[in-house]
């Protein structure tokens, strides 16, 4: 793939974030209210991160085909997956259906592989080679401190939901 650690971690965190924001725009349009569907209170949301590394890594092997459906196809199944695994694991911590699938989540998680693949990664990696290791270095300081704090956090708080749910 030809990425150093601190630029994957940049990456992480960049999608991380990007994806948190995905998820304030979905809930603002379908349901007209702000509402943070992470785990997280802060703005990250890394199953998104998690996804688009994942996605990056499996395209570096499939560059031999097309790269568009491949992309699509790559977005699709770790999407897919992805959502699957996230959502069995916050609903077997909050001991309740908080998460859904729906039968889109799949095409948009193809078109996202698509838009990852051929057009954000290229741009991100670029800028983020062009800005100083120091910058780098202070942004995920203060990512990784907040985010693992908050991760934290939001499993607790999962758990404690379960316990109060169950007593009920």
Known sequence: MGYELYELLLLFSI???IGWGIGICSSALTKGIYENR???RGPYCPSYGIG??????????LTMYHVVFMSFLAGLAI????????????????????IS???YHPLLFGAGGVI????????????????SPWVHFAF???FWLF???QFIEGISKMMRFKKRSTIS
């Not at 590394?53 to 092997?61: G, H, T």
């Not at 999407?79 to 908080?98: F, P, R």
């Not at 990852?116 to 990664?121: A, D, Q, R």
Request: charged share 5%.
């Open 52 to 61: 688009a590394l994942l996605i990056l890594f499996s395209i570096n092997y």
């Open 147 to 149: 985010f693992v704090s």
């Open 38 to 40: 992470g785990i997280c």
């Open 101 to 103: 699938f729906r039968w």
């Open 116 to 131: 990852l693949v051929c057009h954000l990664n290229t741009l991100l990696t670029a800028v983020i080679r062009s800005i």
């Open 140 to 142: 995920l300081i203060l």
């Open 79 to 98: 999407g897919t997956i992805l959502e699957i695994l996230v959502m069995s694991c916050v609903n077997g911590l909050c001991g309740g259906k908080l």
């Open 15 to 17: 999608y991380s974030i």
